[in-house]
């Protein structure tokens, strides 16, 4: 059964960082593509970050480049969000969501393309 559980989140204050985990059971990391996406209220989910299959491709939408690096641990069947720079516009529920997406393709950018989902995690940026 695949499950993904997202941990990290929390209350940090304007310019700080969070890591933000998804461990994955029920499959392998080296099969699936990995995203992050997140949904802030009274808007729509949008993507944040993605890492392939193969790990050698990732992608990031332009408001996180240079902020959040995503990374994974093979061995411990887990990726990572690394959230840095943070700020008020970055609070919003996380969610990590996996694909069946052999090669090394880029991940999928759209959320519809994945097919299973984590139950989120809260980060809220404010001083």
């Known amino acids: 059964q695949v499950q993904l559980v997202e941990s990290g989140g929390g209350l940090v204050q304007p310019g700080g960082s969070l890591r933000l985990s998804c461990a994955a059971s029920g499959f392998t990391l080296d099969y699936y593509a990995i995203g992050w996406f997140r949904q802030a209220p009274g808007k729509e989910r949008e993507g944040v970050s993605g890492?392939?299959?193969?790990?050698?491709?990732?992608t990031y939408a332009d408001s996180e480049k240079g902020r959040f690096t995503i990374s994974r641990d093979i061995a411990k069947n887990t990726v990572y969000l690394q959230m840095n720079s943070l700020n008020p516009e970055d609070t919003a529920v996380y969610y990590c969501?996996?694909?069946?997406?052999?090669?090394?393709?880029?991940?999928?950018?759209?959320?519809?393309?994945?097919?299973?989902w984590g139950q989120g995690t809260q980060v809220t940026v404010s001083s």
């Open positions: 969501a996996a694909v069946p997406h052999p090669g090394i393709l880029e991940p999928p950018s759209d959320a519809d393309d994945y097919d299973y």
């Open positions: 890492i392939s299959s193969s790990g050698s491709s990732t």
